[in-house]
């Protein structure tokens, strides 16, 4: 498949040419039907083109919108089938496997796939082959179309030997040994091919062949379990998108019971009619598979949407997938119908990071580090522990006051103080334009920056526990060694204690 | 129609609120004889307690009463159950965000808490409000941040009907909020109060006064100073005016300088370092002054 962009009306007239630099000149890289007919190919030189032809549209190549573009058809394309691969530059690949039948056979499903890519202005080569190679040989270099079973040689044969994509070097020489097509060079014994130009040909050329099949690399894993539904109609009213993910959920349900496992990550894909394809996921922290309990997830998930889901001209196609199961074994429900607390704990997460996200709901886990700022961190509370993190907090002293604060800033507060002597802690200081007295001052705790992750320029700080005249406790530091790393040390406010 | 019907909607209403204060009843207190006595039984375990912040730089204080009385109202029994904070975003950028090892300091396990970053009050109310629902949690701390107006009877109500029906404690810490009518059991306004020095004008363990605004179940306005003692859980009454040390170390006093060098100092009290390779450990030094 081909995608060319399509630009406004207002350059309709122009031929449109799409240049980038190369080796310092700038150079057609794909040039639109109208320019074309005119004589322009890729590989010209602009200023060449531009002398032949002066009523020229140029637009610079953009790789990146160009991808984005790409994994945009490659979204829609997953309404013919899960499987669907990137072929960069320009193509996509499609495992349609056990899919055509569902859209009335091969030939009904390539009339559709070109009928809703017109309809957004994109024109396609499609072809339909037994491997992919064979595929994409007949889409880039052929006529297209559909290769019956087996037919692969003989359509691949006329092909040029580019179409084997091979590097051109390699196309070069074949081509000077008089080899020009595929079905020149499938006549020939492999192995003196393999020996000049490489085994990579043979492997090719089998592929193109079709006598030797690979599977392509999905840009999404195939789910462990699939339900979706097509509508004739489009549907746009709420109660009918529930109605439907509650089918669907009951379908996957029954699915995921057969295999005695639960779902950890469902994703259900609606398809609008204008191509638009919308994702929405719910994680949970433990396989589930009761499909009230996703439904309710799901619910909280849509209410919280930033960016609600906008039916439009209605969804055609709402797909249900779960990408991630993992074991799930009947639970004995006990005789007060309640299962355990510890499950209610992971429901209720479950729920609240539908709700507010999976980076917003965070336990802390321990570090093995002296720094302040990253003993512990917080991760999200559905991350794995892993059987390896059995760091322990480290216990506190008894019949000792807390040491460490009860809430840090970060980053450290820049605060003005009046230090008693160099190295004791200051008397009094300034912090968000109010005076604290120092009254009470422990110190000073030395924590050196770990040197195997220092930046440049890390001071060593000098900590002190200090409580000013209203007994508001804090954490303070002084940044740099006096005298040796620093002559006029400056002093930060990290913490408060209760 | 309605002759019959609000009678019967107040026989329903009615029949649930004596059920939430029945699981209610479930309390928890103090451990200081004065307070206990003052509000009758306890604090009740599944209700809406707030704590406000008098003044910006007491947010850590109201936190750590908070943290205190959510410690309080685990059952002894067993393990506890999990602690949800449902927090706001700008209190983290105002008071700092939470730091592990200072709740194990205050006698919380980390492993316990559940943090929920919520953009705005609504956020933070609908977290505690959901969490509130689950009764395998041990207490549900609700910090939203400053005035808003979220917060108000409904909602209040909400919560307290949530907690009720629960039995899980309702603990709101408000910062940089003046305290409203709201529907909760018990209101408190938390300041710091000067430590109990240790030796060598170290300051001691965390001191609050506290007052009692409101007392759904008694009499308010009462005032007390504790301390909290993360050893035995409980807190402390401290003696008015009681605050020894404060004179001399208002004082200067000489301070000796420290080398970088000194690493064994020292640090026989320093906390036993999780660091596995005592080559790699950071060289740290804990020396309390003299002086």
Request: with cysteine; charged share 25%.
């Amino acid at each position: 498949m081909q995608s060319k962009r399509q630009d406004g009306a207002t350059q309709d007239e122009a031929p449109l040419v799409i240049v980038d630099k190369v080796n310092g000149a700038l150079r057609l890289m794909s040039v639109d039907a109208r320019a074309l007919a005119l004589g322009l190919t890729p590989g010209l030189a602009l200023a060449d083109a531009r002398a032949r032809v002066p009523t020229l549209a140029v637009v610079a190549l953009d790789t990146v919108a160009d991808d984005a573009c790409l994994e945009r058809i490659a979204d829609l394309c997953d309404r013919w089938t899960p499987l669907v691969a990137l072929d960069p530059p320009h193509g996509l690949m499609l495992d349609i496997s056990g899919c055509a039948h569902l859209f009335g056979g091969e030939a009904h499903m390539l009339n559709d796939i070109g009928r809703r890519f017109a309809h957004g202005g994109l024109s396609l080569r499609m072809a339909i082959a037994g491997t992919p190679d064979a595929a994409r040989a007949l889409a880039r270099f052929g006529r297209g179309g559909i290769v019956p079973p087996g037919g692969e040689a003989q359509a691949a044969g006329p092909l040029p030997v580019a179409a084997l994509g091979v590097a051109a070097d390699i196309a070069h020489g074949l081509s000077r040994a008089g080899l020009k097509t595929i079905a020149a060079l499938a006549e020939r014994p492999t192995t003196p091919l393999a020996a000049r130009f490489g085994d990579d040909l043979v492997v090719r050329l089998r592929r193109v062949l079709g006598r030797e099949d690979i599977r392509i690399t999905p840009r999404r894993a195939p789910p462990a379990c699939m339900a979706e539904r097509h509508f004739a109609e489009p549907i746009a009213r709420t109660s009918d998108i529930e109605a439907t993910l509650t089918r669907l959920l009951t379908q996957i349900s029954d699915l995921l019971q057969k295999r005695g496992e639960g779902g950890r990550y469902f994703e259900a894909s609606f398809f609008r009619t204008d191509g638009q394809v919308t994702r929405i996921a719910v994680e949970t922290g433990r396989p589930v598979r009761d499909p009230k309990v996703v439904l309710r997830l799901y619910r909280e998930r849509l209410e919280a949407l930033d960016d609600p889901l906008d039916p439009g001209f209605g969804f055609d196609l709402i797909r249900f997938c779960v990408p991630i199961a993992e074991p799930l074994d009947e639970t004995q429900v006990s005789l007060d119908g309640r299962i355990n607390e510890e499950g209610d704990v992971a429901d209720l997460i479950d729920r609240l990071v539908a709700r507010f996200g999976r980076d917003r709901v965070q336990r802390f886990i321990a570090r093995e580090t002296h720094d302040p700022q990253r003993t512990a961190s917080a991760v999200p509370a559905t991350y794995e522990p892993g059987k390896a993190n059995a760091l322990n907090w480290p216990a506190p002293e008894p019949h000792e006051p807390p040491l460490r604060p009860l809430q840090l800033f970060d980053p450290p507060q820049s605060i003005e103080t009046t230090a008693e002597v160099p190295d004791g802690p200051p008397l009094r200081f300034r912090w968000r334009r109010s005076l604290h007295e120092v009254v009470l001052a422990e110190g000073p705790e030395r924590i050196a920056p770990e040197w195997w992750r220092r930046e440049s320029g890390t001071p060593t700080r000098d900590y002190y526990r200090v409580e000013d005249s209203n007994g508001r406790r804090f954490w303070l530091f002084r940044a740099g060694l006096y005298g040796r790393e620093t002559d006029k040390p400056h002093w930060y406010l990290h913490g408060l204690f209760a | 129609m309605t002759q019959t019907a609000l009678p019967a909607l107040r026989r329903s209403l009615a029949r649930l609120e004596r059920e939430g204060t029945a699981r209610a009843r479930d309390v928890f207190s103090f451990g200081v004889p004065d307070i206990d006595q003052t509000l009758g039984s306890g604090l009740g375990r599944g209700a809406l307690h707030e704590v406000y912040a008098l003044s910006g730089p007491d947010v850590a204080a109201a936190t750590g009463f908070a943290i205190a009385m959510a410690l309080r109202a685990a059952p002894g029994a067993t393990i506890p159950g999990p602690i949800l904070w449902a927090r706001q975003d700008y209190v983290d950028t105002e008071a700092g965000r939470l730091h592990a090892p200072g709740l194990a300091e205050l006698g919380l396990d980390p492993d316990r808490v559940i943090i929920v970053q919520a953009r705005d009050a609504l956020g933070v109310l609908r977290a505690g409000a959901e969490a509130l629902r689950c009764p395998a949690l041990s207490a549900v701390l609700i910090e939203p941040w400053g005035e808003t107006g979220a917060i108000d009877l409904v909602a209040t109500r909400r919560l307290s009907l949530a907690a009720g029906g629960s039995g899980v404690p309702a603990l709101m810490v408000r910062p940089a909020a003046s305290p409203k009518p709201s529907a909760a059991a018990t209101r408190w306004a938390v300041r710091s109060l000067p430590s109990q020095a240790l030796e060598a004008g170290a300051p001691g363990l965390p001191a609050f006064a506290i007052t009692l605004l409101r007392n759904r179940a008694g009499t308010a306005g009462h005032e007390w100073r504790v301390e909290w003692n993360r050893d035995e859980r409980c807190f402390r009454t401290r003696q008015h005016g009681q605050e020894p040390g404060r004179a001399h170390a208002a004082l200067p006093r000489p301070v000796g300088a420290v080398s970088a060098n000194r690493a064994g100092t020292g640090s026989t009290d320093w906390p036993a370092s999780a660091t596995a390779d005592p080559a790699l450990a950071e060289q740290t030094t804990r020396w309390r002054d003299t002086g």
